[in-house]
């Protein structure tokens, strides 16, 4: 039997939950309730056939780990991890720069944020030229960019009858081509048969050194105007802004459309607002649905140890009923954080409904130390792993002498052969 206890145990030991390493004060809470539990039961026959052992592990420790990850969820500031919700993320949304707990805040704290104009680099728009016509001689033509402090020098060759169209075309890839912070492109109407060329700084704000201007260096003799002036490559249409916006009626400025505030929180700015954008803190709903996903994973652990136990041992059916009693009778609690009972026994998960417990508070309500189905939930798996031989198939023997002493009743580990060793291994 301990060969195949410490089988079972190989992969379980290496990873001790922290909450099932107990304390001697708590160990002596076991053993007492070991005896207690002893006293009430009758005497029985088991057959130990490896399938009962390892059925009766798998019980045991299935129900321990579904007591640890609710002990997690009490105790774990994952509920109470702070996140940060937008009432209109199409306009302004809101990130922590670091981990912090909700308590950090003030109570029904929120943060009103506008935005008056975003962040934006220059643009130009270039002059409408007949896109099938020739608009320069041949030849060879140069022209500086000035983008903020750097300034770049080109040269572009003009071929004979070259159309307007073509060249554009030739020089936004030449210009894309180079990487140096300014995007080119051509635009065209059919209909008209006109094409123009437009150029934007990549970089945005004023802060940013994003404005920029051309001028035409050199043309062939034979040209009157340079490449940079026929094209309109130097005409404004917008010069580069900063964002401006509010937070509690307090104005700010920033050359991106992003921003730091209070040294805790990232703002994004995707759009000017028509009215204000409200941010609040709440439990972050990301960590909340990795703790309810995590315990449902381990409940259903449970439910499938049972099943598998059931194949063999009618006895199971004790464990499986009373799970299903346990969360039928609290079936509203556990649905308002999106957690249900499917027709097999096993538990899924809302995540719309976990994201909604989040925010407004309802898992922490479900799952804190004195709420109802955390009681009912703990005291139903002390017992399954205290006694796990309660699931599998055994015969009576004798009932206990219910006037006996207690400590003449039976052996503290009558009821479950595998405790002392289960709780020694893990301490």
């Given at each position: 039997?301990?060969?195949?206890?410490?089988?079972?145990?190989?992969?379980?030991?290496?990873?001790t939950p922290y909450y099932s390493a107990h304390k001697r004060r708590e160990l002596r809470d076991i053993y007492k309730n070991i005896v207690k539990l002893s006293a009430s039961e009758p005497l029985y026959k088991v057959e130990l056939s490896e399938s009962k052992q390892a059925h009766a592990l798998s019980i045991k420790e299935s129900a321990l780990l579904l007591k640890d990850t609710a002990y997690k969820l009490q105790?774990?500031?994952?509920?109470?991890?702070?996140?940060?919700?937008?009432?209109?993320?199409?306009?302004?949304s809101a990130s922590l720069l670091h981990?912090?707990?909700?308590?950090?805040?003030?109570?029904?704290?929120?943060?009103?944020?506008?935005?008056?104009?975003?962040?934006?680099?220059?643009?130009?728009?270039?002059?409408?030229?007949?896109?099938?016509?020739?608009?320069?001689?041949e030849g060879s033509y140069s022209f500086t960019v000035s983008l903020g402090h750097d300034h770049y020098a080109f040269h572009f060759n003009v071929t004979g009858e070259a159309s307007a169209f073509d060249l554009q075309t030739k020089l936004s890839d030449f210009i894309n081509k180079t990487g140096i912070g300014l995007e080119a492109q051509v635009s065209f109407n059919r209909e008209l048969g006109l094409s123009r060329m437009d150029l934007s700084a990549k970089r945005i704000g004023i802060f940013g050194k994003s404005s920029f201007s051309l001028e035409?260096?050199?043309?062939?003799?034979?040209?009157?105007?340079?490449?940079?002036?026929v094209f309109g490559l130097n005409q404004m249409a917008s010069p580069a802004t900063n964002a401006h916006y509010t937070v509690?009626?307090?104005?700010?400025?920033?050359?991106?459309?992003?921003a730091v505030f209070s040294d805790t929180m990232l703002l994004t700015f995707r759009s000017a607002t028509k009215e204000p954008v409200t941010i609040r803190p709440v439990a972050d709903h990301t960590s909340v649905y990795e703790a309810l996903a995590e315990f449902t994973n381990s409940y259903n652990y449970l439910v499938q140890a049972g099943k598998n136990a059931a194949q063999e041992n009618k006895s199971s059916a004790f464990l499986l009923n009373g799970l299903?009693?346990?969360?039928?009778?609290?079936?509203?609690?556990?649905?308002?954080?999106?957690?249900?009972?499917?027709?097999?026994?096993?538990l899924t998960l809302d995540s719309e409904k976990a994201k909604n417990a989040a925010l407004f508070g309802d898992a922490e309500v479900v799952f804190r130390q004195d709420a109802s189905f955390i009681k009912a939930l703990n005291a139903r798996l002390e017992t399954i792993a205290l006694n796990p031989m309660k699931y599998v198939d055994k015969k009576l023997v004798t009932y206990p002498d219910p006037t006996a002493p207690i400590m003449q009743k039976t052996s503290p580990y009558t009821t479950s052969i595998y405790s002392g060793m289960l709780f020694n291994n893990y301490c």
């Open positions: 039997m301990l060969n195949v206890y410490n089988y079972y145990m190989q992969d379980y030991v290496s990873r105790d774990s500031p994952l509920l109470h991890t702070a996140g940060l919700v937008s009432d209109n993320t199409d306009s302004v981990r912090m707990d909700l308590s950090e805040f003030e109570k029904d704290a929120s943060f009103e944020v506008e935005v008056s104009t975003l962040a934006a680099g220059q643009s130009n728009i270039g002059l409408l030229l007949p896109s099938d016509e020739p608009p320069l001689p035409d260096t050199e043309m062939p003799d034979i040209a009157e105007k340079g490449l940079v002036e509690n009626g307090v104005s700010y400025e920033s050359s991106e459309n992003t299903t009693h346990l969360i039928a009778s609290h079936y509203s609690a556990l649905n308002s954080v999106g957690i249900a009972s499917n027709e097999d026994g096993y």
